[in-house]
């Protein structure tokens, strides 16, 4: 059974910065594409980026481009998100999530491809 824990959001002022954590138990996690969503009331679930298994490949939402960076370290089986330039709009709940097939980053922008699901860690940004 696969258990992702989200660590590192807060209370922070527009364009500050935060760093988001992922751990993982699990077999599976470094062998998987895991991906960060965020969510505010009200509204879907939103996509923001996702890192393939080995780290080589990364995708991101237009929103988010050049202001996050997704990373990995398998090793230590957690996925980081890098939030810098945050933004007022960027305040959601962030989850992370591992893709349901291994070694695959099909569809990785859709919450249905993704089979387990970390609890979530509240941003806020301020203006």
């Known amino acids: 059974q696969v258990q992702l824990v989200e660590s590192g959001g807060g209370l922070v002022q527009a364009g500050g910065s935060l760093r988001l954590s992922c751990a993982a138990s699990?077999?599976?996690?470094?062998?998987?594409?895991v991906g960060w969503f965020r969510q505010t009331p009200g509204k879907e679930r939103e996509f923001i980026a996702a890192i393939t298994s080995s780290g080589t490949r990364t995708y991101y939402a237009d929103s988010v481009k050049g202001r996050f960076a997704i990373s990995r370290d398998n090793p230590k089986n957690t996925v980081y998100l890098q939030m810098s330039s945050l933004k007022p709009e960027d305040t959601a709940v962030y989850y992370c999530?591992?893709?349901?097939?291994?070694?695959?980053?099909?569809?990785?922008?859709?919450?249905?491809?993704?089979?387990?699901w970390g609890q979530g860690t509240q941003v806020t940004v301020s203006s």
């Open positions: 699990g077999r599976t996690f470094s062998s998987s594409t």
């Open positions: 999530a591992q893709h349901r097939v291994l070694y695959s980053a099909g569809a990785y922008d859709l919450p249905q491809e993704y089979q387990y």
